[in-house]
């Protein structure tokens, strides 16, 4: 068991000052102008296009003439070539919602679909601009510019052009809100306690990619937030149930604390217990030869998530990245990797205070529902836990509001069940990855 205790310390003024202004990026943001491709007189339109770094993203049109502007949200899409596999080299984001913002009424959500090609840095950059989902025969950007954070703290003049002073995007931006006390934030500890079966050779290097972005993910936030960070990590040659019962029974935390229970490895539905719609995790010790019955080391991730609550912290997050089918077969392989986005992780305060200085409540999620599998990626990324951690960085960017852990769950579960869809599974059908949400 590992074992790592930091203590870090709430910012100064000058330095929470810098938070608040110089880094508010969890998107991607273009400025984009091209031809209307659905209007008879080909005007010039201007958007202002913010991508989440889970796909997801909303644009502000403005026409011509200034007066009208138009917000749509969109997500992404992969193509898909006449053979059924995807083209790698193509992205296309189509609008599920438009908002008249200013001026006449907004276009149809079906109206505008927006194209991105891979690049030579490894990303996708803005192509072209469609009226339907059918590819473009050529590229008919005007222009397309990619937006650094300071140049758009810098142009206030320019966002005022697609958003007014209310905005929730303006006031992210350029607004220093009322956080309230930040004194105590030293007294809160956030708990991040993982059991990884990295030992595991059907497993590598799935688990170890996961566990990585998870340790990253809050070892940030804690220092964002000046929280003391309690990284317990059960893995390697130490990972076996009795490790696992041990520490829980003894571990504590204070009423003010947060807790992240974090699993990555195998998990399987028991017969013997119908009633569990939540996996069994396979915790044999990876020393033993030969491996014993995987009933007799298991724990089921529900009895985890109830033994947690019981220690009183004010927030409970337990998560579980593992199969709730069979620990007979390796997980299913996806044939492509999710999009890497170019916004560098930092964080909008206001929504870092909304989730995790303000929220309370318990939550268990894990990557797939009874008899269903959990799926990686080509690169050996769980697509569960990498859309939650780019879902949990996308609401803590400049274009939302107030969060909460349900909207991060809910667009976890989204977007894992989008990717999975992509993947062909045994006996030739389409995988079915349904991520299963308790909420207390």
């Not at 590819?135 to 320019?158: R, V, Y």
């Not at 998560?319 to 909008?348: F, H, R, W």
Request: charged letters at 20%.
């Amino acid at each position: 068991m590992t074992t790592t205790r930091f203590y870090i310390k709430l910012c100064s003024l000058f330095c929470c000052l810098y938070i608040l202004t110089g880094h508010l990026r969890g998107q991607t943001v273009y400025e984009i102008n091209y031809k209307n491709p659905a209007s008879a007189d080909t005007s010039t339109v201007s958007a202002w296009f913010m991508l989440d770094r889970n796909g997801n993203g909303q644009v502000r049109l403005k026409y011509a003439d200034g007066n009208n502007i138009t917000e749509l949200k969109f997500t992404e899409q992969l193509y898909f070539r006449t053979d059924g596999m995807p083209d790698t080299s193509l992205l296309y984001y189509t609008t599920v919602a438009s908002t008249t913002v200013k001026g006449k009424a907004a276009l149809a959500p079906s109206a505008v679909v927006f194209w991105f090609r891979a690049d030579s840095s490894g990303g996708f950059s803005p192509w072209s601009v469609s009226s339907n989902a059918v590819l473009p025969d050529t590229a008919n950007l005007l222009k397309a510019s990619m937006l650094s954070n300071e140049f758009i703290l810098e142009n206030k003049e320019l966002v005022l052009g697609y958003f007014d002073t209310n905005s929730v995007y303006y006031k992210n931006l350029f607004t220093n809100p009322n956080l309230g006390n930040k004194g105590d934030n030293d007294e809160i500890t956030l708990h991040l306690w993982v059991v990884a079966s990295t030992a595991d050779e059907t497993l590598l290097p799935n688990v170890s990619n996961d566990v990585e972005r998870m340790q990253e993910t809050f070892g940030y936030i804690a220092n964002e937030m000046g929280f003391e960070l309690d990284t317990i990590t059960i893995d390697g040659k130490n990972y076996n149930k009795a490790r696992v019962e041990t520490f829980l029974s003894r571990a504590k935390a204070n009423k003010n604390d947060i807790i992240v229970f974090y699993y990555s490895g195998h998990g399987f539905r028991d017969q013997a217990a119908p009633t569990k719609e939540f996996p069994f995790l396979d915790l044999r010790d990876p020393n033993k030869r030969p491996r014993p019955d995987a009933r007799t080391q298991t724990m089921n991730i529900q009895d985890i998530y109830s033994t947690i609550v019981k220690k009183g912290a004010r927030l409970n997050l337990v998560l579980s990245d593992c199969c709730n089918d069979t620990i007979e077969t390796p997980k299913q392989l996806g044939p492509v990797q999710p999009p890497a986005s170019k916004a560098p992780m930092n964080y909008v305060p206001a929504n870092l205070y909304a989730l995790f200085k303000f929220a309370k409540g318990n939550l268990l999620m894990t990557a797939a529902s009874k008899d269903e599998r959990a799926i990686i990626t080509n690169k050996y990324d769980s697509y569960f836990t990498y859309f939650f951690v780019e879902s949990l960085n996308s609401y803590l960017g400049p274009g939302y509001s107030n969060p909460s852990w349900f909207q991060v769950m809910d667009e976890t579960k989204r977007k894992t069940t989008q990717y999975a869809g992509y993947v062909t599974c045994p006996r030739g059908k389409k995988c079915l990855q349904t991520p299963r949400i308790f909420r207390r």
